[in-house]
């Protein structure tokens, strides 16, 4: 999930994992603004992880820690971005 800004902001990450498995709720993986963030963003696409810019959610998400899991008020708008996903990865298939 990315966020870009105008010229005099700065661009921020924020990558998330969910392990329906093991996790909770899904986590922190990466976040970072600036040139850490155009690094997230080119690894991802290398990887072809799906990216999604979504300002306001990164927001949020920029003020956690590596690690954590989404807070709770977040997880439909994460769902609906997971499915998103989901969708893409299917029609892909």
Same mark, same amino acid.
């Given at each position: 999930?990315?966020?870009?800004?105008?010229?005099?902001?700065?661009?921020?990450?924020?990558?998330?994992?969910?392990?329906?498995?093991?996790?909770?709720?899904?986590? %922190?993986?990466?976040?970072?603004?600036?040139? /850490? @963030? +155009?690094?997230?963003?080119?690894?991802?696409?290398? &990887?072809?992880?799906?990216?999604?810019e979504d300002k306001d959610v990164?927001?949020?998400?920029?003020?956690?820690?590596?690690?954590?899991? %989404?807070?709770?008020?977040?997880?439909?708008? /994460? @769902? +609906?971005?997971?499915?998103?996903?989901?969708?893409? &990865?299917?029609?892909?298939?």
């Amino acid at each position: 999930m990315t966020v870009n800004k105008n010229k005099s902001e700065t661009k921020k990450t924020v990558a998330l994992k969910y392990d329906q498995n093991t996790d909770q709720a899904p986590r %922190i993986i990466a976040s970072g603004k600036g040139s /850490i @963030a +155009e690094k997230i963003i080119k690894k991802a696409r290398q &990887e072809n992880i799906p990216i999604k810019e979504d300002k306001d959610v990164v927001q949020v998400l920029a003020e956690l820690n590596i690690g954590d899991e %989404i807070p709770e008020e977040l997880y439909t708008v /994460i @769902a +609906e971005i997971l499915s998103f996903f989901y969708n893409i &990865e299917d029609l892909q298939a």
